[in-house]
């Protein structure tokens, strides 16, 4: 199996409904629409061909340039039979971060979506226990989006001058 062979089953199932296929470092990476999230990760799953059957890993990206589509979920699944790895990908507004969650399919969705609600702000719908897993309850805000500064521009021990430049 290649990537070629999974990019032909999953466009004769979704059509032209999974896009954007790219190969970075020979890693196959799609996307789709977010509100069909769970049927090609379903499919993933039970195509007795593709197994993708193994969640290595999930989070977000805050792009916030991209208007309409300011956060990505990344899936990296696994095909432990084959030893195959693929990248897949869903962006939403963040203004209505809202994805279904993917815990009855795979258990180890279950905290990693916890963490990426907890730093990007993603919601879940569905999740059994969405709340902070690492941050603090009464914290408002999500720390991992590029909503701030790197620096405090106004810090003094920051001044170009105390560094001879």
């Known amino acids: 199996m290649d990537n070629a062979f999974i990019k032909q089953r999953l466009t004769a199932q979704f059509g032209d409904q999974v896009s954007h296929f790219e190969e970075p470092y020979g890693m196959l990476t799609f996307e789709s629409p977010k509100d069909l999230n769970l049927k090609i990760l379903q499919f993933l799953y039970d195509d ?65 979506e916890r963490e990426t609600y907890d730093f990007y702000g993603v919601n879940f719908v569905g999740h059994p226990n969405l709340k ?30 105390m560094f001879g430049r």
Not at 75 to 81: A, D, E, G, P
Not at 140 to 159: A, C, G, I, S
Request: charged share 30%.
């Open 132 to 161: 902070r897993i690492l941050n603090v309850d009464e914290m408002n805000y999500f720390p991992m989006r590029k909503e701030y500064p790197l620096e405090d521009q106004t810090r003094v021990d920051k001044d170009d001058a």
């Open 48 to 112: 007795p061909e593709l197994r993708f059957q193994f969640m290595t890993d999930l989070t977000a990206v805050h792009y916030p340039n991209e208007i309409g589509r300011e956060l990505a979920i990344v899936y990296h699944l696994h095909n432990l039979v084959d030893n195959i790895r693929i990248r897949y990908k869903v962006f939403t507004d963040i203004q209505k971060p809202d994805v279904f969650t993917a815990t009855k399919l795979f258990s180890a969705a279950n905290w990693m």
